[in-house]
């Protein structure tokens, strides 16, 4: 939103559009081709200007290999002076300023010495450049704010959240799963000849034990997923199937209880989360950690705002906090439980950046602004100053922000279907997908393992009527036959 115009002209007559201070004494722009060209020094920095090879936004680039929102700005700024302009970086890549001994550094210092005619990027106005330079009415301002997670999906609980900790293909895979077991089962039973179902059995066998009715082989599969311990398993084949389900089930539950546990804390954080709205807020909790440069901690303790004051103090007190700016988001938005203050402007930009796990919260106005910087009683100052100002009033300036400030993909639909990026969400079969194929080898291989045991001739006994020496000597009826 732009500034009222009544303000931008205090400010513009309180820098003084007209120094007094001189630096170095420069030469009026000389015509090319009939218009005026304008050298602007400036420093690559996203989005206002960028090497054109890393990135453009529908197709507009600057003859010289440049783009971003300032290059736009002055193209349209020059268009309607009927000027031309070339950019040059500043060779030490500082906004820069005047030293003390007079020496001029940074974009700024190209000004002060003549070798730019104007200075072009998100330049404060201080002291030091308001002795020095002259700087044109604001084009834009900034404040602090506040770059904080997004609540992700897995904050959202209801009826079902005891659900949540796996995906709806996840959960068919484990029902499904317990049929695979019990259908492996029957096939063992089947082919051991130390199993319930074998051929022998079948025609002797009336009442043959615990493992000598389908349902049992279910009861099995069942037990095993809910953690019950049926009876002992006697033969090598049956142990080895039942020994890769049991292992299946113990991982699954684990990997449960600990997702599910982290949507709970996810849920109380999301809950923070959508409450903070400004400095206040951010102050006042204490789930989320936050910090910024140190600078930044100073500058708000000297802040005329409370809110601000408490949370420079914080951010003043806890000095492992402290992260510079790229590795600040990155952190905000990886982290899930951290909150990074900075300068709107650059927060705006790089929340539009992927992963889309992040927003910006609590835009505060604390009359920092962002001027361009032109040699002392150039004879152009005054139009510069006229149709920057006209870019202001006539909404030019606020097209080129939206376009460059938000120029990332992520919109407010994927900040919503992106946010389980990070922190808590729910596992799928692409990180449980290899447990299930070890429990069909683990199938597969009982299966081989009840062949060998035909094949190598393994005996049972025939059961007798009375149930009398035949099941004592059956393995099949080792444990029944203790128990008796």
């Known amino acids: 939103t732009a500034l009222p115009i009544t303000e931008m002209f205090n400010l513009f007559l309180a820098v003084g559009i007209f120094g007094i201070v001189l630096g170095d004494v420069c030469q009026p722009v000389s015509p090319v081709a009939g218009k005026r060209r304008f050298t602007v020094s400036s420093i690559l920095h996203e989005p206002y200007v960028v090497a054109d090879e890393k ?6 680039h600057d003859p010289n290999g440049y783009t971003g929102f300032m290059v736009e700005v002055l193209e349209d700024l020059f268009k309607r002076m009927n000027a031309t302009f070339q950019i040059v970086l500043a060779p030490d890549g500082r ?43 604001p084009f834009q301002h ?28 996840t959960w068919v895979v484990i029902l499904a799963a317990c049929f695979v077991v019990f259908l492996a089962l029957v096939i063992v039973f089947w082919l051991s000849p130390f199993g319930a179902l ?43 199937l039942i020994g890769g389900w049991f292992f299946v089930v113990i991982v699954v539950v684990s990997v449960y209880v600990a997702n599910f546990a982290a949507f709970r804390t996810a849920a109380a954080t999301g809950d923070t989360l959508e ?26 303790m000297s802040a005329s ?6 949370a420079g103090k914080f951010m003043l007190s806890r000095p492992e906090n402290f992260l510079g700016l790229d590795e600040g988001v990155n952190e905000v938005k990886t982290n899930g439980s951290y909150a990074y203050v900075y300068e709107y402007w650059p927060l705006r930009y790089r929340a539009s950046l992927e992963p889309c796990t992040a927003r910006v919260v609590g835009r505060t106005v604390v009359g920092k602004f962002f001027s361009l910087a032109l040699p ?49 969400r729910k596992l799928g079969m692409k990180e449980m997908g290899g447990l299930f194929v070890l429990l069909l080898i683990t199938s597969v291989l009982a299966i081989v393992v009840a062949v060998i045991e035909r094949l190598t001739g393994g005996k049972v006994p025939a059961a007798s009527g009375d149930g009398g020496e035949g099941k004592k000597d059956n393995p099949l009826y080792e444990v029944k036959a203790e128990s008796e």
């Open 55 to 60: 990135k453009a936004i529908d197709g507009f």
């Open 142 to 169: 900034t404040g602090y704010a506040i770059l904080i997670p997004t609540p992700s999906d897995s904050t959202k609980q209801g009826l079902f959240a005891l659900f949540d900790p796996y995906d709806v293909a």
């Open 305 to 310: 705002s409370e809110e601000l004051n408490r």
């Open 275 to 300: 409450s903070i709205d400004g400095f206040a807020d951010l102050a006042s909790q204490t789930r989320l950690h936050y910090g910024g440069p140190s600078w930044m901690g100073k500058n708000m």
């Open 376 to 424: 002392k009683n150039m004879p152009y100052e005054e139009t510069i100053n006229h149709m920057l100002l006209n870019m202001v009033t006539d909404g030019t300036i606020e097209i080129y922000e939206e376009k460059w400030f938000d120029s990332g993909p992520c919109t407010d639909h994927d900040l919503a279907t992106q946010s389980d990026q990070r922190g808590a």
């Open 95 to 137: 906004y820069g300023s005047v030293t003390s001994s007079g020496q001029g550094v940074g974009a700024v210092g190209e000004v002060f010495h003549c070798r730019a005619d104007l200075a072009a990027a998100d330049l404060v106005a201080h002291s030091n450049r308001l002795d020095n330079v002259a700087l044109t009415v």
């Open 198 to 240: 074998s051929g022998k059995l079948r025609e002797s066998a009336q009442d043959a034990g615990p493992q000598s009715k389908w349902l049992n082989a279910g009861w099995w599969a069942y037990a095993g997923l809910v953690q019950q311990r049926p009876e002992s398993m006697s033969f090598v084949s049956g142990r080895f």
